[in-house]
C-alpha cells in the first residue's frame, strides 16, 4: 500500500512517501527548487518520492495532506464574528485555501497525468494531528503523551494528546489568536530578525542577555487555567494570513507582528543587520525564559493527565532545544521522541502515517519506528565522478579506511571538510551526510568557519557530534539527542576541548551519534577521536546561506566558491592544497 504524504501551500512545503506503513523517502521540495521555506505546491519532492518508491502516481491508494480548512471552523467563525472587521479577511482567507484544496488536479499537472487516471482516496488532516503523528508514530512506544506547539496551524497553535497503540486522542487545543509561536516571532520581529525562520537564530542570542526585561515580558504572556494567553495590546491584530503569508512565487513572509505597545515601552524597533544592543539580548533572554516557563507548564499539565514517561512531541516550537533540553529538570518526563524535521515539512509524514494507521486500521510494527533521519536523495560513486569531471576539480578515489584517516588529517590540522555521504538528511539539520565538519577544540575555529563559508552571525554557535557512549563523560546528561534537538551544558572540564563549539553558557545543542545509525559518520568521529583524545568533531550544515546542499554538483559549487579546504564526496577526495 502506498500513501503519499503532503504539506503544501505552507512554509517548508515537502512530500514522503509510505509503503506498507514505513516511510521510505521524504524530502522538503526547498532542497530541490533552492527557494528556502519554500511554500509552494510540492512538485519536485512528489516527483523525487515515487522515483525513489519505484512508482507513478496511478499506483498510489493513498494521498493525505496535513491541512484541513474544515477543521475547527465554528471557532473561526465564532473569532471572525467577534471581530467584524476581520470578516472580509476571513472570506478571503478560506476563499484562497478552497482554490488549493483540488489535490488531484494539482498532481495531474505537476506529472502531466490525465486526472481521470488518479484512482487514489483523499485525506486531509487537521495540521496539529499530523504534526503528533509524524512524531508519535514514528516513535519505538505503544503509549506516549502528544505535544505539538508552532505558530499556527488550522487556527490552532497548541494540542495535547494521549497516544495509545495505533490511536491519537487530542485531549485540547489553543486556538488563536494565542500562540506561543507567535510570541516568539514578535519579540524576534521587534529586535530585528524578521524573516521566516529565524527564531532559531535569536534562540542563540538569549544567553548573551540579562534578565531586565522578564516582569515586562510576562505580562504580554500569562498563565491561564492550565494554559496560557496572549496580551492582544501587545500585537498587531490577527490578519488575513494568521501572521504568515505565502506568495504566488512560494515565498514565505511574515507580517509586522508587534504593535505600537512594544516601541512605547522598549524604544525604536531594531533595523535587520543594525547593531545588536543590550537592551536586544536583554529582550532574547526574557523572551526564551517567559516561552520555557509557558512550555514546561503545559508540559506538566499534560504529565497529569497522561501521566507516562514518554513525550512524543512536534510542531515548529519543538526546535527549541533549549527547552527541549532542559524538560527532563522542569517536568516529570523522562524520554522525549521529536520528528528530525519537527517543523512543517514534518506534516507529510505525519499526515501519511496516521492516514494508514488511524483512518485504515492498520496494526503498527518495529519496522516502521524511524531509526535514522536519512530519508532523501541519495547519489552513485559514478555520478558523483561525473559531476567532479565536469567541474573539473581534481581528486583521487579511496577507500574507506583511508578516505577516513585522510579527512580526520586535515581536520586535526584546523582544515574545514565539506562531507558529501549518502542519504541526504530529513529536517533542518546536517546530521552527517551534508555536514561541514572540522576540529571542535581549536579557539578560533569559530571566527574562521564564519569568515570563510557560513558568514553567519557571530552570536550564532556551533555544533558537536559526539559518539553516543561519550555523551554522559562530556555533556551533563545523558538522554540521547540524534537529531540535534537537545540542549545541554558540557562538563566543566571539557569546555576548552570542545571551546569552538561550547556556547557562551556553557552549552552544546548535541547530536549523539550511534554507529547503527549512521555507520560511516560514526566511524569518522571515532578516527578523529584515536587521533586527538576527543571523540567529538564540529558539525555545521553543508551550505553557504542557502538550503543545505543536495546534489554533488552543488555540494562541489560550494566548496569551489567558498575557501573550504577539503572535500570528501563519496568515495573522492579533493583538497585545494594539493598540487593540480
Given at each position: 500500500?502506498?500513501?503519499?504524504?503532503?504539506?503544501?501551500?505552507?512554509?517548508?512545503?515537502?512530500?514522503?512517501?509510505?509503503?506498507?506503513?514505513?516511510?521510505?523517502?521524504?524530502?522538503?521540495?526547498?532542497?530541490?527548487?533552492?527557494?528556502k521555506?519554500?511554500?509552494?505546491?510540492?512538485?519536485?519532492?512528489?516527483?523525487?518520492?515515487?522515483?525513489?518508491?519505484?512508482?507513478?502516481?496511478t499506483?498510489?491508494?493513498h494521498?493525505?495532506?496535513?491541512?484541513?480548512?474544515?477543521?475547527?471552523?465554528?471557532?473561526?467563525?465564532?473569532?471572525?464574528?467577534?471581530?467584524?472587521?476581520?470578516?472580509?479577511?476571513?472570506?478571503?482567507?478560506?476563499?484562497?485555501?478552497e482554490?488549493?484544496?483540488?489535490?488531484?488536479?494539482?498532481?495531474?499537472?505537476?506529472?502531466?497525468?490525465?486526472?481521470?487516471?488518479?484512482k487514489?482516496e483523499?485525506?486531509?488532516?487537521?495540521?496539529?494531528?499530523?504534526?503528533?503523528?509524524?512524531?508519535?508514530?514514528?516513535?519505538?512506544?505503544?503509549?506516549?503523551?502528544?505535544?505539538?506547539?508552532?505558530?499556527?496551524?488550522?487556527?490552532?497553535?497548541?494540542?495535547?494528546?494521549?497516544?495509545e497503540?495505533?490511536?491519537?486522542?487530542?485531549?485540547?487545543?489553543?486556538?488563536?489568536?494565542?500562540s506561543?509561536?507567535?510570541?516568539?516571532?514578535?519579540?524576534?520581529?521587534?529586535?530585528?530578525?524578521?524573516?521566516y525562520?529565524?527564531?532559531?537564530?535569536?534562540m542563540?542570542?538569549?544567553?548573551?542577555?540579562?534578565?531586565?526585561?522578564?516582569?515586562?515580558i510576562?505580562?504580554?504572556v500569562?498563565?491561564?487555567?492550565?494554559?496560557?494567553?496572549?496580551?492582544?495590546?501587545?500585537?498587531?491584530?490577527?490578519?488575513?494570513?494568521?501572521?504568515?503569508?505565502?506568495?504566488?512565487?512560494?515565498?514565505?513572509?511574515?507580517?509586522?507582528?508587534?504593535?505600537?505597545?512594544?516601541?512605547?515601552?522598549?524604544?525604536?524597533?531594531?533595523?535587520?543587520?543594525a547593531?545588536?544592543?543590550q537592551?536586544?539580548?536583554?529582550?532574547?533572554?526574557?523572551m526564551?525564559?517567559?516561552?520555557?516557563?509557558?512550555?514546561?507548564?503545559?508540559?506538566?499539565g499534560?504529565?497529569?493527565?497522561v501521566?507516562?514517561?514518554?513525550?512524543?512531541?512536534?510542531?515548529?516550537?519543538?526546535?527549541?532545544?533549549?527547552?527541549?533540553?532542559?524538560?527532563?529538570d522542569?517536568?516529570?518526563?523522562?524520554?522525549?521522541?521529536?520528528?528530525?524535521?519537527?517543523?512543517?515539512?514534518?506534516?507529510?509524514?505525519?499526515?501519511?502515517?496516521?492516514?494508514?494507521?488511524?483512518?485504515l486500521?492498520?496494526?503498527?510494527t518495529?519496522?516502521?519506528?524511524?531509526?535514522?533521519?536519512?530519508?532523501?536523495?541519495?547519489?552513485?560513486?559514478?555520478?558523483?565522478?561525473?559531476?567532479?569531471?565536469?567541474?573539473?576539480?581534481?581528486?583521487r578515489?579511496?577507500?574507506?579506511?583511508?578516505?577516513l584517516?585522510?579527512?580526520?588529517d586535515?581536520?586535526?590540522?584546523?582544515?574545514?571538510?565539506?562531507?558529501?555521504?549518502?542519504?541526504?538528511?530529513?529536517?533542518?539539520?546536517?546530521?552527517?551526510?551534508?555536514?561541514?565538519?572540522?576540529?571542535?577544540?581549536?579557539?578560533d575555529?569559530?571566527?574562521?568557519?564564519?569568515?570563510?563559508?557560513?558568514?553567519?552571525?557571530?552570536?550564532?554557535?556551533?555544533?558537536?557530534?559526539?559518539?553516543?557512549?561519550?555523551?554522559?563523560?562530556?555533556?551533563?546528561?545523558?538522554?540521547?539527542?540524534?537529531?540535534?534537538?537537545?540542549?545541554?551544558?558540557?562538563?566543566?572540564?571539557?569546555?576548552?576541548?570542545?571551546?569552538?563549539?561550547?556556547?557562551?553558557?556553557?552549552t552544546?545543542?548535541?547530536q549523539t551519534?550511534?554507529?547503527?545509525?549512521n555507520?560511516?559518520?560514526?566511524?569518522?568521529?571515532?578516527?578523529?577521536?584515536?587521533?586527538?583524545?576527543?571523540?567529538v568533531?564540529?558539525?555545521?550544515?553543508f551550505?553557504?546561506?542557502?538550503?543545505?546542499?543536495?546534489?554533488?554538483?552543488e555540494?562541489?559549487?560550494?566548496?569551489?566558491?567558498?575557501?573550504?579546504?577539503?572535500?570528501?564526496?563519496?568515495?573522492?577526495?579533493?583538497?585545494?592544497?594539493?598540487?593540480?
Open positions: 500500500m502506498l500513501i503519499l504524504g503532503l504539506n503544501m501551500f505552507h512554509a517548508d512545503s515537502s512530500a514522503a512517501i509510505v509503503a506498507d506503513g514505513k516511510t521510505i523517502f521524504a524530502v522538503a521540495e526547498e532542497r530541490l527548487n533552492r527557494h521555506h519554500y511554500g509552494g505546491f510540492p512538485a519536485l519532492a512528489v516527483k523525487a518520492c515515487l522515483d525513489a518508491a519505484g512508482a507513478k502516481i499506483d498510489v491508494q494521498v493525505a495532506v496535513g491541512q484541513d480548512s474544515d477543521a475547527n471552523l465554528a471557532r473561526k467563525v465564532q473569532y471572525a464574528l467577534a471581530n467584524p472587521a476581520k470578516v472580509l479577511n476571513f472570506i478571503k482567507m478560506r476563499q484562497r485555501k482554490s488549493m484544496r483540488d489535490v488531484r488536479s494539482l498532481l495531474s499537472q505537476a506529472l502531466d497525468v490525465d486526472a481521470s487516471t488518479l487514489f483523499e485525506h486531509h488532516l487537521e495540521h496539529h494531528i499530523a504534526h503528533i503523528a509524524s512524531s508519535y508514530y514514528c516513535s519505538p512506544w505503544e503509549k506516549a503523551a502528544g505535544f505539538s506547539y508552532d505558530g499556527s496551524g488550522d487556527f490552532v497553535s497548541t494540542m495535547t494528546a494521549r497516544c497503540g495505533a490511536e491519537i486522542q487530542v485531549l485540547d487545543r489553543v486556538f488563536l489568536p494565542h506561543l509561536g507567535s510570541f516568539y516571532t514578535m519579540i524576534c520581529d521587534f529586535i530585528g530578525y524578521r524573516k525562520g529565524d527564531e532559531g537564530k535569536v542563540g542570542l538569549a544567553p548573551y542577555g540579562k534578565d531586565t526585561y522578564i516582569d515586562e510576562r505580562k504580554i500569562t498563565l491561564k487555567n492550565g494554559s496560557f494567553q496572549l496580551n492582544m495590546s501587545y500585537f498587531k491584530p490577527l490578519g488575513s494570513s494568521q501572521g504568515m503569508q505565502v506568495l504566488p512565487d512560494g515565498t514565505v513572509r511574515l507580517a509586522r507582528h508587534f504593535s505600537e505597545k512594544m516601541e512605547k515601552l522598549f524604544g525604536a524597533p531594531r533595523e535587520p543587520h547593531e545588536i544592543t537592551r536586544d539580548m536583554d529582550l532574547a533572554y526574557a526564551q525564559s517567559c516561552f520555557e516557563e509557558v512550555f514546561f507548564h503545559l508540559a506538566n499534560l504529565h497529569q493527565r501521566p507516562h514517561e514518554n513525550l512524543a512531541m512536534a510542531g515548529g516550537c519543538a526546535l527549541n532545544s533549549v527547552a527541549n533540553g532542559k524538560l527532563f522542569r517536568t516529570p518526563f523522562r524520554r522525549t521522541w521529536i520528528q528530525p524535521a519537527a517543523g512543517d515539512e514534518g506534516l507529510a509524514i505525519g499526515a501519511a502515517l496516521h492516514t494508514y494507521h488511524s483512518a486500521k492498520q496494526p503498527r518495529n519496522e516502521a519506528q524511524m531509526n535514522h533521519a536519512y530519508l532523501g536523495p541519495e547519489f552513485s560513486d559514478a555520478q558523483i565522478e561525473s559531476a567532479l569531471e565536469s567541474a573539473g576539480v581534481k581528486y578515489r579511496l577507500e574507506r579506511a583511508p578516505l584517516d585522510a579527512v580526520t586535515q581536520m586535526v590540522q584546523g582544515n574545514v571538510v565539506g562531507w558529501f555521504q549518502g542519504r541526504m538528511e530529513w529536517g533542518p539539520r546536517a546530521l552527517g551526510n551534508r555536514s561541514i565538519v572540522t576540529h571542535p577544540g581549536l579557539p575555529m569559530k571566527d574562521v568557519l564564519n569568515a570563510r563559508i557560513k558568514h553567519r552571525e557571530w552570536f550564532r554557535p556551533f555544533a558537536p557530534s559526539i559518539l553516543a557512549e561519550a555523551q554522559h563523560e562530556y555533556f551533563e546528561h545523558d538522554h540521547p539527542s540524534p537529531y540535534m534537538l537537545h540542549v545541554y551544558k558540557i562538563r566543566p572540564e571539557k569546555r576548552q576541548s570542545l571551546c569552538a563549539v561550547n556556547h557562551v553558557d556553557n552544546g545543542r548535541l551519534v550511534a554507529r547503527e545509525e555507520p560511516l559518520y560514526y566511524d569518522l568521529i571515532q578516527t578523529f577521536g584515536r587521533k586527538t583524545g576527543i571523540p568533531i564540529l558539525n555545521t550544515s551550505n553557504e546561506n542557502e538550503p543545505i546542499v543536495c546534489t554533488p554538483q555540494a562541489i559549487d560550494c566548496f569551489q566558491r567558498t575557501r573550504m579546504d577539503v572535500l570528501a564526496i563519496g568515495s573522492f577526495f579533493a583538497c585545494k592544497s594539493e598540487p593540480a
